[in-house]
């Protein structure tokens, strides 16, 4: 007899609350998925591979590939689907892009299993509760802006977030769900840069736990008279909502507030990066 979602959703849920807690993760704080992919034992590669969301191979060893041209957080919650396949032993799985009007896949129980693991992994109920509680917002109000800078966080796409809160978890209504999937990226940028046609990180002063991630060309709007060490940013702007940096090159660096004593640690990659993942940080080396 199949299993229904419910039970499906349940399983799910257990498995990704125990391998968060096995790993030494909290169920409070954001995690990133390549890095514990690869504490599993599990190789992350990003290939350029357009027609490619992402694929978990099974042998010779467990390896995880990423379509590198996809955007960021749909390739983290890709790679949270490909760990639910390893986790639960579903053999070598292909999982190609598919466009918008391709019509739906007939129910596939372990492709359910391993979505709705990946949601529960990225985003335990507790995690996203404790983001919005320490920012006196309330989940099921939250506003286009509000869910903007709480996906940032857990490095989902705005849709993700929306959709795991509103299906999975119950945090959101139909109808407000329903209002927010219909604003555009576009406008919600807008309120805090001038060309919201660039992609665009918000950090907060709560931005705990997880490094910063981003590719070159991202920009990053953080709290103002934060200071960035290391050069792999470059000051832009100071705006009314804070300072405006650009990732310019691949590496390591830190924002730092001495004001308020906080700080949190940024990490660069080359901008579709090609390569195993624990490499994608990397400074380039000039030619001499």
Request: proline share 5%; hydrophobic share 40%; net charge negative.
């Amino acid at each position: 007899m199949t299993p229904t979602r419910k039970e499906l959703a349940r399983e799910a849920l257990a498995a990704a609350l125990t391998m968060r807690t096995s790993k030494g993760k909290n169920l409070v704080d954001p995690i990133c998925i390549y890095d514990l992919a690869e504490e599993l034992g599990l190789e992350v590669r990003f290939a350029d591979a357009p027609s490619l969301e992402g694929m978990y191979s099974s042998s010779p060893r467990p390896a995880i590939i990423l379509g590198s041209e996809r955007p960021a957080g749909r390739r983290v919650y890709t790679c949270g689907h490909e760990v639910g396949h390893h986790h639960f032993r579903h053999g070598t799985r292909v999982d190609e892009l598919r466009s918008d009007d391709a019509g739906t896949l007939p129910f596939d129980p372990e492709e359910f299993l391993a979505q709705s693991f990946a949601g529960f992994l990225l985003m335990p109920k507790l995690a996203l509760c404790n983001a919005f509680s320490v920012r006196e917002w309330k989940p099921s109000e939250a506003t286009p802006q509000q869910i903007y800078i709480i996906s940032n966080l857990f490095g989902v796409t705005y849709t993700g977030l929306i959709n795991h809160m509103a299906n999975s978890l119950g945090l959101l209504p139909a109808t407000n769900a329903d209002k927010l999937r219909g604003i555009k990226l576009g406008d919600i940028r807008a309120d805090f840069i001038a060309d919201p046609k660039r992609q665009l990180l918000v950090v907060d002063k709560f931005w705990k736990a997880r490094a910063i991630d981003m590719e070159v060309g991202d920009l990053v709007l953080a709290p103002s008279n934060v200071v960035c060490e290391g050069h792999c940013l470059n000051h832009v702007a100071q705006t009314a909502k804070g300072e405006i940096f650009e990732a310019s090159h691949p590496g390591h660096g830190r924002f730092a507030d001495s004001a308020s004593d906080w700080a949190s640690f940024v990490r660069v990659s080359r901008r579709f990066y090609v390569g195993r993942s624990i490499y994608r940080h990397l400074e380039e080396v000039a030619d001499e």
